[in-house]
């Protein structure tokens, strides 16, 4: 990662910026949204780890001591995905298979949750994020 970042910083102009914008883990627990009412359904299995990204921390921290940027601002928010069916979470769940899963417990229940909802019932998983802005150092 280090060698990405010394590319990147090779080729931004003087001052420029780098968004470094990842998600900060765990999920939150699945809900059922209906209106404007949220139901906690669950927590998703997930693997045992560290909040956040070490590597990409590590990486971060290595460019710049390095001196190849500085840390100008972070922050933070929380990214909703929605689905309409557990099949289609499922689908988006597939790209987190080292991180977390749906278990079959949960994947029932939010499939009763939605049918009870009707047609206006829907899934949402939120995922927080951070972002760090970086500015290419001037030498």
Do not use: C
């Not at 699945?30 to 921390?57: Q, S, W």
């Not at 929380?78 to 298979?97: G, I, K, P, Q």
């Amino acid at each position: 990662m280090v060698h990405a970042l010394t590319e990147i910083a090779r080729t931004l102009a003087p001052g420029g910026v780098l968004l470094d914008i990842r998600p900060y883990l765990p999920f939150q627990p699945l809900e059922l949204v209906h209106g404007p009412e949220a139901r906690v359904l669950g927590r998703l299995d997930e693997a045992e780890y560290d909040p956040g990204d070490p590597a990409a921390d590590g990486a971060l921290a290595e460019a710049m001591v390095r001196g190849l940027f500085t840390l100008q601002e972070t922050g933070a928010f929380y990214y909703s995905n929605y689905w309409d069916t557990v099949a289609e979470m499922r689908e988006y769940l597939d790209d987190w298979h080292d991180v977390a899963r749906l278990p079959r417990r949960l994947a029932g229940e939010a499939r009763r949750a939605l049918g009870r909802a009707g047609t206006a019932g829907r899934l949402r998983l939120q995922t927080y994020i951070v972002v760090n802005v970086m500015r290419k150092a001037t030498r």
